[in-house]
């Protein structure tokens, strides 16, 4: 009995690229700058990727971080 199903969905099922994806946005470059320093290279998001990271602890974490 199958209980559980992985959708790989970074790179395999869609592709992931965070400047095309702020760029198709239309967001400024010192705004993807930002997004890109304090999201997609910090400490939180890789914790995110492996599942370490709660949705409560993230939406707390990342709130305070971008309203620097």
């Known amino acids: 009995m199958i209980k559980n199903i992985v959708f790989d969905m970074g790179n395999v099922i869609i592709r992931f690229d965070p400047e095309l994806f702020m760029v198709r946005l239309g967001l400024a470059e010192e705004d993807r700058k930002l997004l890109k ?25 990342l709130s305070g971080s971008l309203v620097k």
Do not use: K, P, Q
């Open 37 to 61: 320093r304090e999201l997609f290279v910090s400490l939180e998001w890789s914790r995110m990727d492996r599942g370490s990271l709660t949705d409560e602890e993230r939406t707390i974490i």
